[in-house]
């Protein structure tokens, strides 16, 4: 969540807009076409051959600092993000002694 609050807040100062893509419960991750990590909430896109490909920050600065070839998408808000994690909890469950066979 902080990675991507410091993202968002480097793109304003560099006047990049970001677009809302927004995410499905059955959307399939994206993957950076570089490095192949998973790419979370920023997505940083280009067009080849009417393809699109998807990179992650790092790769895509690698490849134009200055990001102007690039359709910056988020998948989230980050007041979704906000209140995922305040809204967080673990279930902790007792741990039962089992006896050992006899």
Do not use: W
């Not at 304003?12 to 490095?35: F, M, S, T, Y």
């Not at 920023?42 to 102007?68: G, H, M, W, Y």
């Not at 673990?90 to 002694?97: F, L, S």
């Amino acid at each position: 969540m902080v990675n991507s609050q410091l993202i968002l807040d480097f793109l304003e100062q560099l006047r990049i807009p970001v677009k809302r893509h927004g995410k499905k419960p059955d959307d399939i991750a994206h993957n950076c076409q570089d490095c192949e990590i998973e790419v979370f909430n920023i997505l940083f896109v280009t067009t080849q051959d009417k393809r699109s490909e998807v990179r992650c920050f790092s790769c895509a600065r690698r490849n134009d600092p200055s990001l102007q070839s690039f359709s910056v998408l988020s998948e989230y808000y980050m007041s979704e993000l906000a209140t995922i994690y305040d809204n967080f909890q673990t279930n902790t469950h007792p741990i039962v002694a089992y006896t050992v066979g006899k």
